[in-house]
């Protein structure tokens, strides 16, 4: 069988708003239950610039898919550089060989001026299985490590800034 | 880190070259806003290998971007059409595909559009279908025009629809652009210009199809999309 290879990636662009439907930045919006978040943060360029026409998606492997929880989710940064998400807290997820993975949503950061997606995931602040994480250990400065734990900040919000390029740059992934 | 059995297949890494760079000079926006640290390869576990399933049920299909309003768009009606399959040939069946686009003047639907050109009333520019079981998708909407952007002097996007795919994983996500035969603006476009491949880039263009073209009322253009295969080759796996 010839193989093809995939079909380049090309930006989001500016005007990816046509597709927005707002609500599906609210991951709970058909009746899951269990213990509700907010995720939000901020994201800024190399200058610290805010970053307002970001396409920004969320996806997690827990709780598992189904009907009333998809798991996915998509929001703007809005003129403030900001993005929020309503989702449900997810919990520890199998890795590969034998580890586990500590509870963690994975993002996907769409815009203008990025040619093909740019992918990092948010863990919680304070989680047990941080410590054990492949991933966050295969990291090892402390700041850099940071960069992905997002912080809580009043009672089920959770806050992680994320700087495209420069100065607290945040970790990202090659997947 | 030891296999178990039950590891996820992983997705293919791309093929060299057949992928921009974030780092591309000539795309000025590109200046700052890609990461200058090396990126962490994520050996893939179901976090990449797992991802959303979309259906018309919940996420309405729009397959006619051509009426709005009770009016049809001003423009040239094409029908676009085309598969997608994985780099194995696969047909990837019932998958989303989102679909956005300037109209015929070359302006967006869109408040941050401020090209000189007029908004139609007819036309929005937003579509959503779903590929059949063989991974076939079509929809019908109107000839995009070019627009101009403030990259470099004199810059001009080519005719193109944007796209958005998810397929089967959330490491298979793909945003990309459909462009046009014969646009003497490809040459000149930083975007398209982005994939080294030149193989590659021209996939990006889709291709004039009489066998889809209705006579009378619409051209036809055929556009063929891959999205990632899995790791192991079905030769591998026997
Ligand atoms: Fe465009």
């Known amino acids: 069988m010839s193989a093809t290879p ?4 090309q930006t989001i662009g500016p005007y990816w708003h ?6 599906w930045a609210d991951l709970t919006r058909f009746g899951a239950t269990g213990e509700l978040i907010t995720l939000t943060g901020t994201i800024r360029d190399g200058d610290g610039a805010l970053v307002t026409d970001a396409c920004v998606e969320i996806w997690q492997a827990s709780p598992p898919a189904s009907d009333v929880f998809q798991g996915w989710g998509r929001a703007r940064t809005d003129t403030d550089g900001r993005f929020s998400f309503r989702t449900l807290k997810p919990g520890p997820v199998p890795g590969r060989g034998n580890a586990l993975q500590a509870p963690h949503i994975a993002i996907t950061i769409l815009a203008r001026g990025i040619l093909i997606a740019i992918h990092t995931r948010a863990y919680f602040a304070g989680e047990k299985q941080n410590e054990l994480d492949p991933l966050l250990t295969m990291i090892e400065e402390p700041a850099r490590r940071s960069t992905l734990i997002a912080e809580p900040t009043t009672p089920g919000v959770w806050n992680l800034d994320i700087r495209l390029q420069g100065e607290g740059e945040t970790v990202f992934l090659d997947i | 880190m030891s296999d178990n059995p039950n590891d996820p297949v992983p997705f293919r890494p791309y093929v060299p070259d057949t992928q921009p760079l974030n780092d591309t000079p000539s795309y000025g926006s590109t200046h700052k806003r890609h990461p200058t640290q090396k990126l962490i390869r994520l050996p893939h576990t179901i976090t990449e290998t797992t991802g959303p399933r979309f259906s018309a049920d919940k996420y309405g299909a729009i397959m006619d ?23 194995d040939g696969r047909p990837v069946p019932h998958t989303m595909v989102e679909i956005w686009q300037a109209n015929a003047t070359g302006r967006y639907n869109h408040p941050g559009d401020t090209h000189d050109a007029p908004l139609d009333p007819h036309f929005f520019g937003k579509g959503r279908v779903y590929t059949d079981e063989n991974g076939y998708y079509k929809f019908i909407t109107i000839k995009p025009g070019a627009y101009p952007w403030g990259n470099h002097y004199n810059a ?11 397929g089967p994983g959330f490491a298979s996500r793909l945003i990309t652009q459909m462009y046009f035969p014969g646009d003497p603006l490809l040459e000149l476009d930083p975007i398209y210009q982005c994939i080294p491949d030149l193989a590659a880039r021209e996939r990006l263009v889709s291709k004039f199809d009489i066998s889809i073209t209705e006579p009378n009322w619409a051209l036809g253009y055929r556009f063929d999309v891959v999205l990632r295969g899995r790791g192991a080759t ?5």
């Not at chain 1, 995939?6 to 990636?9: A, E, L």
């Not at chain 2, 001009?156 to 998810?166: E, G, L, V």
């Open chain 2, 156 to 166: 001009w996007r080519p005719n193109h629809i944007h796209y958005s795919y998810f």
């Open chain 2, 65 to 87: 971007l051509s009426t709005a309003v009770g009016g049809q768009a001003i423009g040239e009606r094409i029908i676009v059409h085309g598969t997608i399959t994985d780099e």
């Open chain 1, 6 to 9: 995939t079909t380049g990636s």
């Open chain 2, 234 to 238: 079905p030769m591998e796996t026997n």
């Open chain 1, 18 to 23: 046509l597709l927005e439907e707002p609500e």
